[in-house]
């Protein structure tokens, strides 16, 4: 008998747990097809350069970490599907059944979806895990081919982890219905939750955004009181007294209005602090652009504090919009006479402000979610080819050895050698040497030797032979000096405004061989590897060969290309005989270090294909679960709604234009807080690419950088337009019930 019933509850329900089901199908598969590849029965085809399980470990934890979110929807959806059958509960206890037996059914109920959300997932997931192959073999460069197979042991950690997530929101379930008293369960339809502003979660975030501005006002005073210089540009100078005074100018106005809402009764603070939000992240915003543009000298932890409160802000303006949005709405019905009564926006009015009214929390949560998962869309493929751009400088070479001497205070302990390990290591194993380069780096002057300030070491030489040596090796041409000229070599992360900078204050250097001026050619920037400069510089000089003879050797570095790929376990032994040899640091002092392109490759690639695949699954989670969420609150409610419609009906309202109001309303409750959270993410996302501009210049470039940034907002334009038809679908049908 219990089984009939369960069976004709969730049946009836069957449109309430749709998109609960579809949501729960698509984030099992998700989470099958991304642990797919951690399996032990999963054997790409990679090469024996690469070692692929040294990921499966990190991979597990993140996804699974990450999933732990839908314990937040499973528990909303049975939330609002507990406040929607209260009522059905009470009739059943009412009729002598025994609360355990009522929330055993419901559990039941419930679990039953979710098996067949993971059932459906898993088949699901055995699909969509041939495109997570395919974005693997890629990364690793090798072609993919399509094959189908269901791994055991991921199907098991699959089921064993969906159903502890059911469990624990089952017993969530039971422990509510056990509690929750039979006039509580009769009257549930007719509660609402508090007004967002007479909220007491409102007047926390109000107190803390109010903190932030003190702090905020205080690093101004702070930085205009040890860094304002009189001759700095206006701009800048804007910026330090706007940092003091828009801050200033917030707390004062909130004062002033904290001191008339005691005479007028009425008055809010959060309109006064939702208006001041907006120029407290402009100035906030600016800091870093100014830095870069201005060369500011104040370091980058005022950056990251500065980002910091742009965040807080954009986070307190997101709470503020959603929760003065309601207001916003019914003062324009109120002003606007011909809008509120045209048509049906009397109606449509009612409906949409007796929503957002009770819902401030939630519409602000998943704003703020929303925010992250559109930035996690974005910031994965930055992040994921500024890794590859900059792994392509690093790894140039397949053996890269090199030496450091900041921590040798004698120059009797400096490294003079060529690293014979290495050779007698490639011979054993018969691996043959294409390009084989040793060379040393300079300093222009002997005195320059003492110099260890951090960010001020002297700029290393290198000798115009070896340096035409390692063009040859990388395919470059080779470059010609006269006597007494000199040339420089750049990294691909300098900028060209500190590259101009350099080299106008550098029109000559002094050096132990006499003064060498700049030649026409003053500078080179292909890549040659990024240990060929000294520490905390991106220059290094080109010196003539008779010039070096006469200069100090201070690093010993050694450059190979051999004809074939080194395997993984040979990189991995010579790495141990290297290091046991030349430890990375001495005790006199001296730090040597290899590099081998093969661990390089395989330890980068698998840590950015985690990094990637991390942060796209979580971006789409919690994409899908706000969008879900949305839907359930429209769909859930529905039921409230169908007496409303019908009397539209009776009204003498056509049915195209009750499915307009339909189409709007689903418009605004999806529309508001995807705006707020795309605005926001925009603006967090071009302080974040700011700050990085060096190296999208450098590794990715702007053509590629739009091109992911296209597909980032076509996944969320797919998506909302998928949950905003289905929900429109849904919530007709339901409405239409009634007829």
């Known amino acids: 008998m219990y089984a009939k019933l369960i069976y004709k509850n969730a049946r009836r329900s069957a449109n309430d747990y749709l998109i609960y089901i579809v949501t729960m199908t698509i984030c099992v598969a998700l989470f099958y097809s991304f642990l797919s590849i951690t399996s032990r029965y999963y054997r790409p085809d990679i090469g024996s350069e690469y070692d692929f399980t040294m990921l499966n470990g ?88 399509f094959s189908w197979m269901l791994f055991p042991d991921t199907a098991l950690l699959t089921l064993c982890f969906f159903v502890f997530c059911f469990l624990a929101s089952g017993v969530w379930n039971i422990r509510t219905i056990r509690k929750t ?7 549930a339809e007719r509660k609402n939750d508090p007004k967002p502003e007479k909220s007491r979660w409102v007047r926390v975030v109000m107190i803390l955004y109010e903190i ?143 929503k957002l009214n009770t819902t401030g929390k939630t519409m602000t949560l998943i704003s703020i979610t929303l925010t992250l998962a559109i930035f996690l869309f974005v910031a994965a493929p930055v992040l994921v080819n500024w890794a590859s751009g900059y792994l392509s400088i690093r790894s140039m070479y397949d053996v890269q050895i090199f030496s450091r001497y900041n921590n040798v205070y004698e120059e009797e302990h400096l490294p003079d050698g060529d690293y014979g390990v290495v050779t007698n290591f490639l011979n054993e194993h018969e691996i043959e040497i294409a390009y084989d380069c040793a060379f040393p780096l300079y300093l222009p002057e002997k005195t320059d030797f003492d110099n260890r300030i951090k960010y001020e070491f002297p700029v290393a030489a290198i000798s115009l032979s070896d340096y035409n040596q390692l063009r040859e090796m990388l395919g470059y041409e080779a470059v010609s000096l006269r006597e007494h000229e000199f040339t420089t070599q750049w990294k691909t992360i300098a900028t060209e405004e500190e590259r101009e900078s ?161 189409v709007k309303q689903a418009g605004v409750w999806f529309g508001l807080p995807v705006t707020a959270a795309t605005a926001t993410a925009a603006v967090v996302t071009v302080c974040f690419l700011q700050t990085i501009s060096a190296e999208i210049s450098a590794y990715i470039g702007l053509r590629t950088l739009l091109v992911q940034a296209g597909g980032a907002v076509g996944i969320l334009a797919v998506l909302l337009i998928c949950y905003f038809i289905s929900t429109w679908i849904l919530f007709q049908r339901s409405v239409a019930d009634a007829d």
């Open 58 to 145: 990190s991979m597990k934890t993140a996804i699974c970490l990450i999933t732990l979110c839908l314990l937040f929807l499973i528990r909303f959806v049975s939330h609002y599907m507990l406040r929607r059958r209260q009522k059905e509960f009470a009739v059943q206890s009412i009729l002598g059944m025994e609360p355990d037996t009522i929330a055993g059914l419901f559990f039941a109920e419930t679990f039953l979806m979710g098996m067949l959300s993971i059932a459906c997932g898993m088949l699901l997931g055995t699909l969509c895990s041939q495109f997570i192959t395919a974005m693997l073999l890629t990364s690793y460069g090798k072609p993919y081919r």
């Open 502 to 662: 350099f080299l106008a204050a550098h029109g000559s250097v002094v050096t132990d061989a006499g003064e060498l001026t700049l030649a026409g050619s003053s500078f080179y920037e292909e890549a040659i590897g990024q240990t060929a400069y000294n520490l905390y510089t991106n220059v290094v000089y080109i010196f003539p060969d008779s010039v070096c003879e006469k200069l100090l050797p201070v690093m010993q570095n050694r450059y190979l290309i051999t004809a074939e790929t080194i395997s993984y376990a040979d990189a991995l032994e010579l790495d141990r005989q290297f290091t046991a040899e030349y430890p990375e640091r001495t005790d006199t002092g001296v730090s040597f270090g290899i590099r081998l392109k093969t661990l390089q490759v395989n330890s980068s690639k698998a840590e950015t294909f985690v990094v990637q695949a991390s942060m796209l699954y979580g971006a789409i989670v919690l994409m899908v679960i706000c969008l879900t969420i949305l839907s359930l609150q429209q769909l859930l409610d529905a039921g409230q709604y169908r007496y409303r419609f019908q009397v539209l009906r009776k009204l003498g309202v056509e049915e195209p234009r009750i499915t307009a109001l339909i």
């Open 212 to 354: 932030a501005v003190v702090c905020f006002l205080a690093s101004g005073i702070d930085k205009i009181i040890f860094y304002y210089d009189s001759r700095f540009a206006l701009p800048v100078k804007l910026l330090f007294w706007g940092n003091i005074c828009v801050p200033a100018a917030t707390l004062l106005r909130s004062a002033w209005q904290l001191i008339r809402k005691r005479k007028a009764g009425n008055l809010s603070l959060l309109p006064v602090l939702f208006r001041y939000s907006v120029p407290n992240a402009f100035m906030a915003a600016c800091v870093p652009f100014f830095t870069r543009s201005y060369y500011l000298s104040w370091g980058s932890g005022t950056v990251r504090t500065y980002i910091t409160f742009l965040l807080i802000d954009l986070l307190f303006f997101l709470c503020a919009l959603i929760c003065l949005a309601g207001n916003a709405i019914a003062a324009w019905k109120e002003r606007s006479p011909e809008h509120r009564y045209h048509g049906e926006n009397l109606f449509f009015f009612g409906q949409i402000l007796s």
């Open 181 to 187: 008293k039979i006039i509580d369960m009769l009257s």
